[in-house]
């Protein structure tokens, strides 16, 4: 089960999962020596820092952590950001896909916090993204190998996501990175313990839709601190 699971990902391109999360708890990751913790491991004080949209899961699985299969879910994405007012300043985390295949990764095809949504562990489940319609999408003749038919399908994996499975800090704009880069650094993080990577369109739930739909991706452009 596990082993078709990985020949898919690699049939189909698959290259990462996505976590997003206000800017202000990426510091608290990246000093950390857990990594992406689901919400139920985190620590009082350390739930004390991080948003309500972190803490509130409204798809009832507080052991998992929230991720989407090569672009984020730009739907509940943006729904997150709107509901918070002080930290405007958000980041895409691009994950290692091995999570894809390890026992206790559940999948959704659709939002995991609809009513709708049928929660499933296993080939079945992962499958199940790559249908061509669910009850909320179609999948287009043209549309990315690599990403689900609904753009809000996502994927929960368990307990934690270890520091070294994070690929890339993805930002908008380089002002943006620049900024990020100098939080880390004032902590004395080493800039060989990250990277980031500008991608305008995945912060656009309009633009991002439009470019899975029609089989492109969006442009990434790769950032380095001035030493």
Not at 27 to 37: A, D, F, K, N, W
Not at 66 to 72: A, L, Q, R, T
Not at 73 to 86: E, G, H, I, T
Not at 128 to 135: E, L
Request: aromatic content about 10%; charged content about 25%; hydrophobic content about 35%.
């Amino acid at each position: 089960m596990i082993s078709n699971i990985k020949k898919e990902v690699e049939r189909r391109g698959i290259t990462r999962l996505c976590h997003f999360t206000p800017s202000r708890n990426l510091v608290h990751i990246m000093t950390g020596e857990r990594g992406i913790l689901a919400t139920k491991n985190l620590k009082e004080d350390e739930r004390s820092v991080f948003t309500p949209t972190d803490i509130h899961r409204f798809d009832r699985h507080e052991c998992h952590i929230c991720c989407s299969i090569e672009y984020p879910n730009a739907w509940y994405f943006d729904k997150a950001k709107s509901r918070d007012d002080l930290f405007k300043d958000w980041v895409v985390i691009f994950i290692n896909p091995k999570y894809l295949w390890f026992p206790g990764t559940r999948f959704s095809a659709i939002n995991a916090a609809s009513n709708h949504a049928m929660i499933v562990e296993g080939e079945q489940g992962f499958f199940n993204m790559f249908v061509s319609s669910t009850t909320k999408a179609t999948r287009s003749l043209t549309h990315l190998d690599c990403c689900p038919t609904d753009n809000q399908a996502e994927v929960l994996i368990s307990n934690d996501i270890g520091l070294s499975d994070i690929l890339a800090i993805v930002v908008p704009t380089e002002t943006q990175a620049k900024k990020e880069a100098a939080r880390l650094d004032i902590l004395g993080i080493p800039h060989s313990k990250y990277k980031f990577v500008i991608i305008s369109e995945i912060f656009d739930k309009y633009k991002l839709k439009k470019l899975i739909s029609s089989g492109k991706r969006p442009k990434e452009t790769l950032w380095t601190p001035c030493n």
